[in-house]
């Protein structure tokens, strides 16, 4: 029976399939979380993956999330490769002792001696309307530790190889997927495949601006950069992919050939990525071929609101996006 | 390690000082004392004294640029010490080295228009000037707010040079605005537009100064006088007489000063200074003719001591010698008064019932009505008159 080579899946789907060819190949690949087992996680993510895997495998967890990842935390410097989901990426703040104190700290406390081959994933970001607990991106609280891998896989091609890429690492990965991306359909290979975690990719190809843009504002920047190209603004649109550590050198050769730098991201604007790629900018080579102001579209500074109208106007959205752009290759900021 | 040269305040409110002259060249010898380059400040030329004995090195500031006070501008190496290897305290500051804050280096700007029209541009337009040797200044910028982007740039290169395509006026040169022309432009424009002047005018009868003038200088061992020294000398005790118009307006009150300090303006070639001669009323006139000679030479070789030019309650500006009978001059704030003395000439005058032959010099008096009123002024004028008209009152 010969499987397509490749086939179009969802990000959920996509995810799935990770986790399924991560655990068939390595014995010591399991999956921790609340309601992933017969349920099939919140998203659905993990599916049927306990009625193939067994309950040993795909374990529920009961609703105490710093005891679990205190668990996932062990199971991993014991030799296992724990995958945790996180219900909401919000209810990650509970169990930041073990991520922050101990997952990423341990290797280098210890000398080296042992790593902490732990995966976690975080459903993350607005648009679904579940309010200021459940609507968070907070991928830069945990990119601001060192010894946490942070990455934020944008399409169902990425999101599998980077997930395995994750499993295979010995140290902590943080994956970030956008709650709103799990329906997202894509071309993704049958095999197992890895993308590389620090690489960034560049989306489109521009001269008139760089557009970083992590998770789901890659598509809203690349839905913008084809309205901008029809009023002949050519946007390149770089898709950062990992948060931590950050591909400069790829950010870096776009600005020295475009000369503008654009960030979009969801998270909150002040202290996030855009205010990181910005000083990384300011600090580099590319500093002497700016020739307009860094723009920076981040969240708003504040919870994200219930109401859907606010909600919406929260965070970057495309028609944003085409305005401030304009404006800046107008020359009106 | 080595010593550093910086350039140094010489003036009370001086940020800043134009390198005017280098005597020494990297790699050069210096002796402790010796005079290694000239600084042109707003008013004069002062020379910098090596602080050290060694070899020149590392002079970063050329002729004509402007740097701002405290920044070195060359070093002096030692005995042994390799100006190429050894790494100078402002070009990396590390905590080891750093046993007291120095000031920083920072950027010697070409002499331009001064530092407050400094262009807005991107750092890729001046990244592209600077390639090119262009001065942004020269630059209309197309973004917000005047500021240079790379287009502006790259058009100004692609378009032919003006000087190519079409000189802007054939018949004049465009010649570059030294400090000091600057420096009269901008305090004469202040006077002009801040300081409400009137002027008053008096014909003086001077065949008494003339003839005394004349017999004092033939006398063998007196100085020699000018007819100047005596005006200078007869405005400062007419200054005593009416003392509210020895004063300065300021915005606190209005400041009466006690002595009488007059600034002499004396021309120089490419324009001028006003050396002060201090407590006039109280020196006899050779002293004053000797200080205003000593001051002008200085004046004219430039080379006036901040102290020389700084303060002084009222101004004589004489254009006699140019044969001017009369004009008016400007004032000189934060004065409150400057006298323009023309030519003494023999003309028609009236005496009693009869026409005769007499010599007169027109002296115009210019006024600050903020501190002066006219009948004030017109006192003043009439006691420095009659001094002028009975000069042995000048004498004792």
């Known amino acids: 029976m010969n499987a397509p080579a490749i086939r179009e899946l969802s990000y959920a789907q996509a995810i799935q399939e990770a986790l399924a060819q991560a655990m068939d190949a390595d014995p010591r690949v399991f999956l921790m979380g609340e309601d992933i087992g017969v349920y099939g996680g919140a998203f659905q993510v993990t599916g049927d993956l306990v009625h193939r895997y067994g309950e040993d495998r795909v374990m529920d967890t009961p609703i105490a999330e710093l005891g679990a990842a205190g668990v996932a935390v062990g199971a991993a410097l014991a030799g296992c490769r724990p995958v945790f989901e996180f219900q909401f990426s919000d209810f990650s703040a509970l169990a930041l002792e073990q991520i922050v104190n101990q997952a990423a700290k341990i290797r280098f406390m210890l000398g080296g001696k042992v790593s902490v081959p732990l995966v976690m994933r975080f459903p993350a970001g607005s648009g679904t309307g579940a309010a200021a607990q459940h609507s968070q991106s907070l991928e830069a609280w945990l990119a601001h530790v060192p010894g946490l891998k942070v990455i934020q896989p944008s399409t169902p091609y990425d999101i599998k190889g980077m997930l395995l890429a994750a499993i295979d690492d010995p140290d902590p990965v943080m994956v970030f997927e956008h709650k709103l991306l799990y329906k997202m359909k894509g071309d993704v290979p049958a095999e197992p495949y890895r993308v590389p975690i620090g690489k960034a990719i560049v989306r489109r190809a521009g001269t008139g601006i760089s557009i970083v843009a992590t998770s789901i504002m890659v598509h809203r920047a690349l839905e913008a950069a084809e309205i901008l190209s029809g009023e002949g603004i050519d946007a390149e649109v770089i898709d950062l992919r990992t948060l931590r550590p950050i591909d400069t050198a790829t950010i870096i050769a776009s600005v020295k050939k475009t000369g503008r730098l654009a960030c979009v991201y969801e998270g909150v604007k002040t202290l996030g990525m855009g205010a990181e790629i910005s000083a990384m900018i300011a600090e580099s080579e590319a500093f002497d071929y700016l020739d307009a102001p860094i723009l920076r579209l981040g969240g708003a500074e504040a919870p994200i609101p219930y109401n859907p109208v606010l909600e919406k106007a929260s965070v970057p959205q495309t028609e944003v996006i085409v305005a401030r752009v304009r404006d800046l290759l107008q020359g009106r900021i | ?396």
């Open chain 2, 1 to 396: 390690m080595p010593i550093e040269v910086i350039l140094p305040k010489v003036d009370m409110d001086m940020a800043a000082g134009t390198i005017s002259r280098w005597l020494v060249k990297d790699g050069d010898r210096v002796k402790k004392g010796a005079t290694i380059f000239e600084i042109e400040t707003d008013k004069s030329t002062m020379e910098v004294e090596a602080p050290g004995d060694g070899t020149i090195g590392r002079i970063s500031a050329e002729v004509g640029a402007v740097v701002p006070v405290g920044v070195a501008v060359a070093f002096i190496f030692g005995e042994g010490e390799d100006v190429g290897a050894i790494r100078l305290p402002t070009e990396a500051p590390t905590a080891k080295t750093q046993d007291a804050p120095k000031p920083q280096p920072v950027a010697i700007m070409p002499a331009t228009n001064g530092d407050s029209s400094k262009p807005r541009a991107t750092p890729l337009a001046r990244r592209i000037a600077r390639a090119h040797g262009l001065e942004l200044a020269a630059l209309a910028g197309s973004g917000p707010r005047g500021r240079i982007r790379a287009e502006d740039v790259q058009q100004h290169l692609s378009t032919p040079a003006p000087e190519a395509k079409a000189p802007p006026a054939a018949d004049s040169d465009l010649i570059p605005i030294d400090t000091m022309r600057r420096t009269i432009a901008e305090r004469l424009v202040f006077s002009k537009t801040t300081v409400p002047h009137f002027y008053l005018g008096a014909a003086c009868d001077v065949e008494r100064l003339l003839k005394l003038r004349q017999e004092i200088n033939a006398v063998e061992g007196l100085p020699k006088l000018s007819v100047n020294d005596f005006v200078v000398k007869a405005l400062a005790l007419a200054l005593r007489q009416v003392p509210e118009a020895n004063a300065s307006w300021s915005d606190a009150g209005i400041q009466r000063h006690r002595s009488v300090d007059v600034s002499v303006a004396v021309a120089v070639e490419g324009g001028l200074f006003t050396p002060v001669v201090r407590a006039v009323e109280a020196k006899p006139l050779g002293q004053i003719a000797a200080e205003i000679k000593t001051l002008a030479d200085r004046a004219k070789a430039r080379k006036l001591l901040p102290s020389d030019y700084a303060g002084g309650t009222t101004t004589v500006s004489n254009l006699g010698m140019y044969g001017v009978e009369s004009f008016a001059a400007i004032i000189n704030p934060p004065q409150a008064t400057i006298l323009a003395v023309g030519a003494a000439t023999r003309q028609p005058v009236v005496a009693g019932d009869e026409i005769r032959i007499g010599t007169r010099m027109e002296c115009t008096l210019s006024c600050d009505h903020r501190v002066v009123d006219g009948a004030v002024g017109a006192q003043l004028l009439a006691a420095f008159r009659s001094l002028i008209e009975q000069p042995l009152r000048l004498l004792v």
